[in-house]
């Protein structure tokens, strides 16, 4: 068993109204490497300037989570099929939208990853959806979630 530890903080600015509901969501994210990500609630959710576009939310959070989560799958189960990636790029996507019970809810992740490999040993279509299919069925998150994740992606191959 692992535990995996992050720090979220929050702090009231002077001129915040706070029980009118007229506060900064702006906080930080804070991590065991030292990283310290600026973040806030998602402007489509509170309204600017109460929430801050430049920063991450969580919403952006769990679909970069996700996205990152298959793609190191994917580098790992290639690497081991002696496959050369190159690079990998993913414009993933979420959908936010109201389930069964009326919930806001994140129904769907679509992952678009555009592959390129190198090297003498091109994959096949058929290797490519194998890797992409194991790398969802091994990502941990992924099993973590209720969320349909579908892949919609790309790859070519350069010698």
Request: charged letters at 25%; one cysteine or more.
């Amino acid at each position: 068993m692992s535990t995996y530890i992050a720090e979220v903080e929050w702090r009231a600015q002077p001129d915040d109204a706070f029980i009118d509901n007229r506060y900064s969501r702006r906080h930080a994210w804070r991590f065991d490497g030292g990283v310290t990500v600026p973040a806030s609630s998602s402007p489509h959710v509170v309204r600017v300037p109460f929430s801050d576009p430049s920063a991450v939310d969580p919403e952006e959070a769990f679909v970069a989570a996700l996205s990152s989560c298959h793609m190191l799958w994917f580098l790992s189960l290639a690497a081991q099929k002696k496959f050369v990636v190159t690079h990998y790029r993913d414009a993933a996507e979420g959908t936010m939208a109201k389930n069964d019970a009326g919930k806001d809810v994140m129904t769907r992740v679509v992952l678009k990853p555009a592959v390129t490999f190198g090297g003498a040993l091109a994959p096949t279509d058929d290797d490519v959806i194998a890797l992409h299919h194991a790398a969802h069925d091994a990502c941990y998150l992924a099993n973590s979630v209720r969320t349909e994740i579908d892949v919609d992606g790309t790859w070519s191959h350069r010698a």
